[in-house]
């Protein structure tokens, strides 16, 4: 895992703007906010939303974030440009909106590698049900499946991330797990397609993160990691280790350990309570890097590998408190 790339939700530097731009109306620009983020210490990347950052050539966006000093990581779909996406994209009951949605989704595969970046994620939230008898799982599925399928091979050499979440917007996600979401992979059967992990997302899925990074490794790749933090009952996209810190250390260890080479991205929600942005990466930032420090000192230590062998969780939490603590003297 390379451990100089760090990525951001732009929509993260909309937060307290009359601290930055005390005469702004309206909402800031792309690049009002992305020379915004680019003030962060450390910061190397941006995930733009598609196509709602995309309002001009990408090509020109990749050009003007260079000169910031940032990358392009890769595009994240977002389906809120037509209405009727709200009753699914991939999954609507109506073949025009599932063709609209499937061509947008071309459309913003076309963009990424425009721009330069082979990364493309899918959440795909809209896509489930919220009541018994309002829908025909074979069907839901089939209409998933076919999709996937059609955009992951629209571009061969563009990598297609899964972002699974339990539910919101749609009360049941159709792919609202780690396992779900490796088998909608292997019923598409196409070498470009992988998973995003959103720790927040994990956490509330009732999984293990790092359980479900090797899962991912075992059967699929994994594309994409989204760090944040919460109290496991819904997305709330809190600073990275601020709840979960020894399970964020785990998941860490776990993808550094099957190869992972992408970008450490944080998903979290400064804006929702008007926190300044800039500062709260820095320390997202700064955050991980002592956590990697941390996954250096226990892949140092025999004594917490011979106690994983065995199994044996007292002795293991003993070694990790010490590591992260120090003795007790």
Known sequence: MTANRFATRLNSFASRPQAEWPDLTGKPSLMQMAARAAKVAGLTDLDLNFPDHVSEKPAEIARSLGDLGLSINGFAMRY???????????????????????????????????????????WLGQDGFDYAFQADYATLWQHEIEGICEVAAHDPDCQISLEYKPNEPRSYSLMPDAATTLLAIRDVGLPNLGVTLDFAHVLYADEQPAFAAALVARHSKLLGVHLNDGYAKRDDGLMVGAVHTLQTIELLRQIRKDGYAGAIYFDTFPDMTGLDPVHECEVNIATVKRMLRVVDRIDQDNRLSAAVDRQDAVTSQAIIQEIMLGPDS
Not at 96 to 108: F, H, M, S, Y
């Open 80 to 122: 809120y440009s037509n209405p009727a996406f709200k009753l699914g994209a991939f999954t609507n009951p109506d073949p025009a909106v599932r063709r609209e949605a499937i061509d947008l989704t071309k459309a913003g595969i076309d963009a990424v590698r425009e721009a330069g970046a082979s990364l493309m994620t899918l």
